[in-house]
């Protein structure tokens, strides 16, 4: 069984939420770093960078509150693709969430991006996650 650094990367910042700590760090692979770029240009993140220790890198993802009660701006998360179940579509048949308030996050042959990239651009690629 390998490691899945999407599952990893989305339950780090899931577990963070749920005791409402600032930061989270995870192993900085090609896949997290964009998929935290993302989530940052999309303004679900406050902030991503990156941090050496000895031999490993690290992401530092600073999560984003909102109002009083602390709740962060990622209210949901799906995971479509798995490893076990590749899930890929067509340019024109990338899924728009909650009307296209959400993102869909798409893996093409031109990198990780977002739904909306991938419909601009004429491209189509598998299906990595829901967020919204």
């Given at each position: 069984?390998?490691?899945?650094?999407?599952?990893?990367?989305?339950?780090?910042?899931?577990?963070?939420?749920?005791?409402?700590?600032?930061?989270?760090?995870?192993?900085?692979?090609?896949?997290?770093?964009?998929?935290?770029?993302?989530?940052?240009?999309?303004?679900?993140?406050?902030?991503?960078?990156?941090?050496?220790?000895?031999?490993?890198?690290?992401?530092?993802i600073?999560?984003?509150?909102?109002?009083?009660?602390?709740?962060?701006?990622?209210?949901?998360?799906?995971?479509?693709?798995?490893?076990?179940?590749?899930?890929?579509?067509?340019?024109?048949?990338?899924?728009?969430?909650l009307?296209?308030?959400g993102?869909?996050?798409?893996?093409?042959?031109?990198g990780?991006?977002?739904?909306?990239?991938?419909?601009?651009?004429?491209?189509?690629?598998?299906?990595?996650?829901?967020?919204?």
């Amino acid at each position: 069984m390998g490691n899945d650094a999407i599952a990893n990367l989305i339950t780090s910042i899931r577990n963070a939420d749920m005791v409402k700590k600032r930061a989270v760090r995870v192993p900085a692979t090609n896949i997290t770093r964009n998929i935290g770029r993302i989530l940052l240009r999309e303004g679900f993140i406050e902030d991503v960078r990156e941090h050496r220790e000895g031999r490993k890198y690290l992401l530092i993802i600073t999560l984003r509150y909102r109002g009083r009660k602390g709740n962060t701006y990622i209210t949901t998360s799906e995971r479509t693709s798995k490893p076990g179940r590749r899930i890929y579509s067509n340019y024109q048949e990338v899924p728009k969430v909650l009307g296209g308030m959400g993102v869909v996050i798409v893996s093409t042959s031109q990198g990780i991006m977002t739904d909306r990239e991938a419909r601009r651009k004429g491209i189509g690629g598998e299906i990595f996650r829901y967020v919204w």
